[in-house]
């Protein structure tokens, strides 16, 4: 009875219709998880400032911010997307940027999964890697104090569409995309280099030259409608004493030890993981062209994007560190599912348990991380009123445990 239980347990598949659905059921599962830990009491995000509701008066304030402060002003899609929604629904500004950055950040995953099955990945796969998405600390907490996300989800969606469009060679819809990803966010730009020298190959439609031409086309129509911009809005010169003044925040991220702990810490959190199992695959003995491809294009955006966020922004806006994400937030189960596998297998840890000098060194590593963000974390006044302490035990203590895993295999 068990055995034939068991066959037909194989044998059940998933019906067409919710196999199709499943990618928009999980995407809004997320959004709402992700509105709800930001909506929790006694909890300090953007949304509700410690309350059990939306704190309108902050959001308003955040959003008149963004539209007058020059740095922001540049970049007005956002802002505009939340003004028109307020007007069409008669309702106030604050709840129009819930409404406006939720539906963006749960359409970013839809367009993640699309992207990935783009790239040849399985449901499963496509599916893996918008949880890992979701599940990345700049977009788990993407409202909480210090991250304070604003132009992101827009800013994502747009790349995701330029990406698909780049993958697929539809350059009609490259082109727009990607200017608009630059218009909401200049960072935009830092992608494109990977791009051009790292990214699998497309069918050649065009010579080298012309590929090249309109690879970069976006950064011309972008500079066109950036300097139409700063005259029409009489914007020159206030950008100019902004950009002048940047390079100051350098010294900021490290005066003092809080603000290295946290500078440092955020970097961690965006990038740490990602950064850890990159070296992990690029170290195996057969690592093929296209998994090459995809590491070495995040890490030229890495090289690119974080001595510039250490330069000229304030390091504890972990978001700023994710662009290079990307490149691996596509490709992720792709690449890295021989690594996570080591995590969810049983063998693992019967193997650790075995292990006594293993025992001792996961144990050790524990310590250390229970050390620092229970203690040194917390008391710098880091990780308060949020959940940034907790997500950082856990992820060193994943980390420690496929970090000894990898050891006991190659014993």
Not at 91 to 96: F, S, Y
Not at 357 to 374: A, K, P, S, V
Request: proline content about 5%.
């Amino acid at each position: 009875m068990g055995t034939k239980s068991l066959r037909l347990f194989r044998k059940v598949t998933i019906p067409p219709i919710l196999s199709k659905g499943l990618p928009w059921i999980l995407s809004l599962s997320f959004t709402l998880f992700i509105y709800q830990i930001h909506m929790t009491p006694n909890v300090d995000s953007m949304l509700n400032e410690n309350n059990d509701r939306l704190s309108l008066v902050f959001l308003k304030s955040q959003i008149r911010y963004h539209q007058e402060f020059a740095p922001f002003a540049r970049r007005p899609l956002t802002s505009s997307l939340i003004e028109t929604t307020t007007q069409l629904f008669d309702i106030p500004l604050g709840q129009a940027f819930v409404w406006v950055n939720f539906i963006l950040l749960f359409c970013s995953g839809v367009l993640l999964y699309i992207l990935s099955r783009a790239l040849h990945a399985s449901q499963k796969h496509g599916l893996l890697n918008m949880t890992v998405y979701f599940l990345s600390f700049s977009v788990l907490f993407s409202f909480f104090p210090p991250v304070f996300s604003y132009d992101e989800p827009l800013q994502y969606c747009l790349i995701l569409l330029a990406l698909w469009a780049f993958v697929l060679g539809r350059w009609w819809f490259y082109v727009p995309f990607f200017t608009l990803a630059l218009i909401c966010r200049e960072t935009s730009v830092l992608l494109l280099p990977a791009l051009f020298f790292f990214c699998p190959e497309k069918k050649p439609s065009h010579t080298p030259l012309q590929q090249f031409a309109v690879l970069f086309l976006p950064l011309l129509l972008y500079g066109l409608f950036i300097g139409y911009y700063l005259e029409s809005h009489d914007l020159w010169g206030v950008t100019q004493n902004e950009m002048n003044s940047r390079f100051g925040c350098f010294l900021e991220n490290f005066e003092n030890p809080k603000n290295t702990v946290e500078s440092l810490t955020s970097l961690f959190l965006t990038l740490g993981p990602f950064l850890y199992l990159t070296v992990v695959v690029l170290k195996r003995k057969t690592v093929s062209a296209y998994q090459k491809k995809w590491l070495h294009a995040f890490l030229l955006t890495v090289a690119l994007n974080t001595p510039l966020v250490f330069l000229t922004s304030f390091a504890r806006e972990a978001r700023l560190f994710a662009l290079p994400l990307f490149f691996l937030w596509p490709v992720f189960a792709q690449l890295f599912d021989k690594e996570l596998l080591l995590l969810v297998q049983w063998k693992t840890y019967i193997q650790l348990a075995k292990e006594y000098r293993h025992i001792l060194i996961l144990l050790g590593l524990t310590l250390f991380n229970y050390l620092f963000c229970f203690q040194i974390y917390q008391k710098l006044r880091l990780g308060e009123n949020n959940y940034f302490t907790e997500y950082l035990f856990v992820l060193v203590l994943l980390l420690s445990i496929h970090f000894i895993a990898k050891r006991l295999k190659t014993f």
